[in-house]
């Protein structure tokens, strides 16, 4: 039994702990949502963790994601969660990677076998394209829906995407995974009406406008996100 993740065996068994130290969960996209569902896994006990994101960490990221201090403006997200999740995990494998996931970039970015796929993009085209690439390849996936301009974290839960109501986001990636034959997608999702947030700067190109965030919204669907994918591995130990 390993210290660090001794209270954790506590709850799930031997055998578990030894399926998710087997175990190889790729996080895509490390912002406000995908950088707490890896410091999760990671906590929990996960063996290997690739972690993707293209972006560097910007001031405006210091309200919600975990890459973001003084210390670390403008440095790649990915090595920086890499760092603090081997700081937090020493005997994890962690593998960063500074890259947009896209349909270009799939067999760079994705690795060939993995356990499952945390799907934290915003990019609509993106995430399509690993949704629809998971589901091909029979890799378990759940991915993020929108979690900008909200600010009650309990109406967080996760479902099918065939059931999720009032969300625009969602309703786009319905309409085309339908496209693509996939009917079912289990997601994180709110059903809290977007707020109207304040403006105040233009948005990067191909967005509209800017949303709001307040931490515990990202980083609540993270945990979420974390908690099933480590409950479903561990779980697959004691089938």
Known sequence: MLERTKRTEMLLGEAAMHSLRS???VVVGLGGVGSWCAEALA????????VIDSDRVAESNMNRQLAALASTLD?????????RLHDAAPDANIIPLTALYSAETREQVLPAHCDYIADCIDLVSCKLDLIATAKERGIPIVSALGTGNKLDAQQLCITDLSLTSGCPFARVLRRELRRRGIEHLDVVFSPEPAIDALQDETPPPGRRSVPGSAVWVPATAGLLMAEKIVLELATSAQA
């Not at 906590?43 to 690739?50: E, K, M, P, W, Y």
Request: charged fraction near 20%; glycine fraction near 10%.
């Open 43 to 50: 906590r929990s006990g996960i063996g290997t963790l690739t």
């Open 23 to 25: 175990a190889h969960v």
């Open 75 to 83: 440095k790649p997200k990915s090595e920086v969660i890499a760092a």
